[in-house]
C-alpha cells in the first residue's frame, strides 16, 4: 500500500519456525545483561509511559525505552560493540564470557595475554562511539570510518574516545567494504553491526549484545505491549528485539512492524519482493535518519524479521522529525524524552499514523487503536544537536 508517501507491506508470520530462535533466547539476554552489569556505568535506562500522549492520540498506552541514558553515550549501540569485543577476548582466550566481567577484561592479566589489538569499523556514529569506547577502556585501539555526510559533532565524539576516525566520501555499504578490505590487509579485527557472507560471528555477538534493552523493557512493562515497533537500519537490532520478544511470548508474541527511512528501505523492499532473496537500496540513501541510512539487509536479521515481523514500514523523513518534536514537547505530566532522528521514527509513525487522517488505512494496517498497548525504544538522544534544533526549534522537516 502507498498513502502520503508512506509504504507498507503487511506479512503473515511464518509459525512453522515456532518463534523460537536458538541465540535470542531469554536465557542468552541474561547472560547479555550480566556482563554489561559488570560496567561501572550500567544502569537500566528508563521505561518512560507517556500517559498523556496515549491519550492524545487515542491509544491505551505508549511506552517509550529512553536509551539516551546508556552509559552516558546517548545510544543503545555501545551494548552490541562492547558484548562483541567481549567475546572475541572471551574467544581468543578460549573462556567463556560468563568469566570475562569488565574488571578482568580491563586487567593486565588479560591485557599480557591478548596482546595489542585493533578494532576497525564502520559507522554512522552510534556504533563506532560504543567500538571507540570499549577499545579505550581496554587500552586497545580502534580505528573508525564514517559514510560521506556523517555528523562533524558524530565525528568528535568518536575522536574524544581516543579512536582514529574519518569520514570518507563513500555511503555506508561501501564503506563497509572498505572496512573490510583494510582489515583483511592488516590483520585488524572488524567489528561491524551487520553480517555478509562468511562474516557472521562477531554480528551475531553484536545482536545479542542489543538484548539486554530488550530485557529490561521486558521486566520494566507493567503490562503485555499489543504492539511493538523496531526502527531499522540493516536490521541487527530490530531482529535481536525481535527474536527476543518471540522467544518470551512464542506464538502470541504482540505485533511487531518494522520501520525504516523511504531512502533506505531495504527490509521493505525485500518484504515487498518476496522472492527469497535479499534486496537493496543504492546510491546516496538520502535521510535524515543517519542510523538508518543503510542500503543492505544484514542476513542473519533477515531471517528472524521475514518469518516474525507482522509488517514493515517506509517512511518519509518527516515522520522522525515529527517524533523528535513531539517527544521534546511533552504534553502536561508526561516527561520529556530527548530522541535524537533514529530515536524518534518509531513514535513519529504511531504519532503520524493516529493523527493525520490521510493515514487511516495505514492506521488500521497496524490495527492502532483505544486498546493498543504500544512499546517503541528511543534508540539516541540529540546525538546531533545542531540538526536536532533545526528541526525541534526551527521546525525543519514539517509534515508533508
Ligand atoms: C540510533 C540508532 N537507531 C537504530 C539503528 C538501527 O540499527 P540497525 O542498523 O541494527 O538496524 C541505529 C544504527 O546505527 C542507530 O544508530
Known amino acids: 500500500m502507498e498513502k502520503a508517501r508512506f509504504k507498507w507491506v503487511l506479512r503473515e508470520r511464518n509459525r512453522k519456525i515456532a518463534a523460537k530462535t536458538e ?3 531469554e536465557q542468552q539476554a541474561r547472560r547479555v545483561r550480566s556482563f554489561h552489569s559488570s560496567f561501572k556505568e550500567y544502569s537500566p535506562t528508563p521505561l518512560i509511559e507517556l500517559t498523556s500522549l496515549a491519550q492524545h492520540l487515542g491509544i491505551k498506552n505508549l511506552f517509550v525505552k529512553d536509551e539516551s541514558y546508556r552509559f552516558g553515550l546517548n545510544a543503545f549501540k555501545v551494548l552490541g560493540g562492547s558484548f562483541a569485543i567481549g567475546s572475541y577476548i572471551a574467544n581468543e582466550l578460549g573462556e567463556d564470557i560468563d568469566d570475562l566481567p569488565y574488571m578482568r577484561l580491563v586487567s593486565d592479566e588479560v591485557r599480557s595475554l591478548l596482546g595489542s589489538k585493533t578494532f576497525i569499523t564502520t559507522t554512522d556514529g552510534n556504533h563506532g562511539r560504543g567500538v571507540a569506547w570499549t577499545a579505550n577502556r581496554l587500552k586497545q585501539q580502534a ?3 564514517m559514510p560521506q555526510g556523517s555528523a562533524a559533532e558524530r565525528l568528535a565524539n568518536i575522536r574524544a574516545e581516543g579512536a582514529q576516525a574519518e569520514i570518507t566520501d563513500m555511503n555506508y555499504d561501501d564503506t563497509v567494504r572498505y572496512t573490510s578490505e583494510l582489515a583483511q590487509k592488516n590483520g585488524w ?6 553480517a555478509w557472507d562468511g562474516y557472521t560471528r562477531i554480528p551475531l555477538w553484536i545482536m545479542q549484545g542489543y538484548m539486554t534493552m530488550a530485557l529490561e523493557a521486558y ?5 503485555k505491549p499489543t504492539h511493538i515497533f523496531l526502527q531499522a537500519g540493516v536490521g541487527s537490532l530490530a531482529g535481536s528485539v525481535q527474536g527476543f520478544f518471540a522467544d518470551i ?7 511487531t512492524f518494522i ?3 523511504k531512502g533506505a528501505d531495504c527490509l521493505y523492499q525485500t518484504a515487498a519482493a518476496n522472492d527469497g532473496s535479499l534486496h537493496s537500496v543504492t546510491g546516496r540513501l538520502e535521510t535524515i535518519m543517519a542510523g538508518l541510512a543503510c542500503g543492505e539487509p544484514n542476513s542473519i536479521a533477515w531471517e528472524i524479521l521475514g518469518n516474525l515481523s507482522d509488517g514493515f514500514i517506509s517512511c518519509p523523513d518527516y515522520t522522525a ?12 505530566g508526561d516527561t520529556k524524552v530527548s530522541a535524537g532522528e533514529s530515536g524518534a521514527a518509531t513514535v513519529g509513525l504511531v504519532a503520524e499514523a493516529m493523527r493525520d487522517e490521510r493515514l487511516s488505512d495505514l492506521k488500521q494496517a497496524l490495527q492502532l487503536d483505544e486498546n493498543s498497548v504500544v512499546l517503541c525504544f528511543n534508540t539516541e538522544g540529540d546525538t546531533d544537536k545542531e540538526n536536532y534544533r533545526r528541526i525541534v526549534w526551527d521546525g525543519a522537516w514539517g509534515r508533508e
Open 23 to 25: 541465540v535470542f533466547t
Open 143 to 145: 580505528i573508525v570510518y
Open 189 to 194: 579485527i572488524i567489528v561491524q553491526d551487520t
Open 249 to 255: 511470548y512464542g506464538s502470541s508474541c504482540p505485533l
Open 259 to 261: 520501520v525504516e527511512p
Open 321 to 332: 522529525a515529527q517524533g523528535m518534536r513531539i517527544l521534546g514537547n511533552p504534553l502536561a
Open 219 to 223: 521486566e520494566q512493562l507493567p503490562v
